[in-house]
């Protein structure tokens, strides 16, 4: 098993270019599985859960080739509509491939999405929305057999919860679906607008993604183009925590700093200098943190739960006590306890985690329990004292590319053994 061996108390410095997002590529290349001929994906990030996706296509007909960070895939479905059981159970965001073989074939057999640790993560919303849709839905031993008897067509779908994946299931089954889909109270973070984006450019007739209310008019045939990943907003957040806990500064450039405003306020109230530019970010983070009275993680545009983790790092070295909500997921306060090793004060009651400032962290050897909760470590290993062993970082290759190099480029002592 690969682990980080970090030397922390390094000031970070200088120029970071900030790789696609994985949470867009993800379901964008599930959306190339619903166009006829050939998707160019640039700017795509070299990650385990992309490689698992490319997988996926490959299994039901596709060609998926990644070339640096380029993907292309030609999607010439076989046919064949079942996804392996071994990569259902790779990641999560494997559900996302439902409604685009529900929309290019009408039919799809698969297995419950393997979970990620941050509690049930159910599906009821998306299966809910496919019903209205006129999928019949038969469940066999954790096996979902759905097809559409009479044609997959739009409907008017509300969702209780502004669920992302399940916006981007309804999305990906409503483009080639008979009549117009309505979604009401859709997620509004900004990978749904970039997957809507990549399917207009294939000809697809979507309004208002990015709001809470979405209106597809389905479309005879989508035709594959060539498309840029936006850059990765929780990657950027990683990348400004480092430099925050480090107390550096960071210029990161290809980003888009109207997505980070939630993030954005919160490192301003820990006395954090940001600057924001059309397409860069800079922050300086030259003096003592100061605490956050109280931070609630919430669906887009409020303080996203995927920077959880990674700020509540920093929050372990800032003068005073900060409160954080957490009310997405149930259990994503697995990281708690490998900042308590490092000498953090942190009191986890239920979804609230109470942050005591410490002056300083003590490297220890630590295990990342998922992918932020992992980055999380990574972030306090640089701002500890001493030596970090920080081991399972297969979590952590699921959404970073090669992050010891970027790292290295701005002064960080860290390797991949
Ligand atoms: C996406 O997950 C992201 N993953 C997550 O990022 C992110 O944390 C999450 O959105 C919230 O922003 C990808 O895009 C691949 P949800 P998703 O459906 O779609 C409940 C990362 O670190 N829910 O908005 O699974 C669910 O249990 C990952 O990159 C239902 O109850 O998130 C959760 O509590 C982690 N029923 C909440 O909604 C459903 O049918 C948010 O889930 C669907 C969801």
Known sequence: MQKFVIQGGRRLEGDIVVQGAKNSALPILAAAFLCKGESVLENC????DVYAACRILSSVGCRCEMQGHTVIVRAEPSGKAAIPESLMQEMRSSIIFLGAMLGRLGTCTLGYPGGCELGPRPIDLHLEALRRMGVQIREENGILMCTTPRGLHGAR???QFPSVGATENILLAAVLAKGDTIISNAAREPEILDLARYLQHCGAKIEGAGSSTIRVQGVKQLTGCTYRIMPDRIVTATWLACAAITGGALQLLHTDAASLEGILDVLEQMNCQCSRDVSSLCINAGKPLKAVRYLKTMPYPGFPTDAQA???AVLCK???TSVIEETIFENRFRHVDALVRMGADIHVAGRVAVVHGVKQLCGA????TDLRGGAALLTAGLG?????VLTEISHIDRGYDSPETVLRSVGAKIERR
């Open 45 to 48: 990030p070299k990650l385990s």
């Open 157 to 159: 779908v509300h969702l």
């Open 310 to 312: 990674i700020v509540m």
């Open 318 to 320: 800032a003068g005073g």
């Open 365 to 368: 050897q630590v295990s990342a």
């Open 384 to 388: 500890a004292e001493g030596e970090t």
